[in-house]
């Protein structure tokens, strides 16, 4: 591909970036890509974990691209023409997260609540009984995020910003962080934990582990870099930036 070619690429994704619509539009084939891109990672998995994972991976990555525009911006300026796209990023990634779920709660639980935080029936002591209680604690970081899903997709638009003031809207969209932390410390345990079980066999590490890795790992040092980069430029005064030092008084 020539360079006038992305030159021209980069034109209408930066022309597009200014409609809304355009920025569904662009995102939803970004996320339908991630998704069908991931099922074939999981190709040999049975039906219900190869969907419920495609879209779970699918919506970690498009959270992972909303918290990450803003700070690479403060390195590359051209990036700021992609900052609109990150409401558009955080919808669909609840879309996705949203769709996760429910595939596990028709597929994987059985719509049986009690089974999505770890119990199960006992029909010799006709009660619940804990059985798998890392299953339990991860699902139950999972509804964490998944409310905090919910919160945040309900108020990305400008009624709410305007219903709630602006101070109250940005405090609020700052859930975005918390909603990654809970993402990462859910799927870390489905990548790392879930399956490491005396009593039944352990199936080959997904392929995904050391990408899962990196990017959480990239998502820290982009972060902290802007802060640090942030920080220095705050601390900087007017006659600092000019190349000289006033004398005290």
Known sequence: MSVTVLQNLWTAIS???????????IVAILATGLVFGFAAVHAEWS????????????????IALTISLGPLSRFLRSVTRLLPFRRELGIQACLLVVIHAAIILVGWVEWDLMRLIGFEWHPDLLIYVMF????GLANAIGLAAFA???????TSSDHAMRRLGVSAWKFLQMGVLPFWWLTVAHVFYFLFMHFLSFHRAIPEPNPLRPWFVGLVLFVIILRAAAFVRTAGR????????????????
């Open 132 to 135: 798998q209680h890392g299953f």
């Open 234 to 249: 705050t601390r900087e005064t007017p006659s600092t930036r000019e190349g000289y030092v006033r004398a005290p008084n």
């Open 15 to 25: 022309y597009m970036a200014k409609r809304a619509l355009a920025r569904h539009v």
């Open 148 to 154: 905090l899903a919910i919160l945040l997709a309900a």
């Open 47 to 62: 039906p219900m974990h190869r969907w419920n994972r495609a879209f779970g991976d699918a919506s970690v990555i498009l």
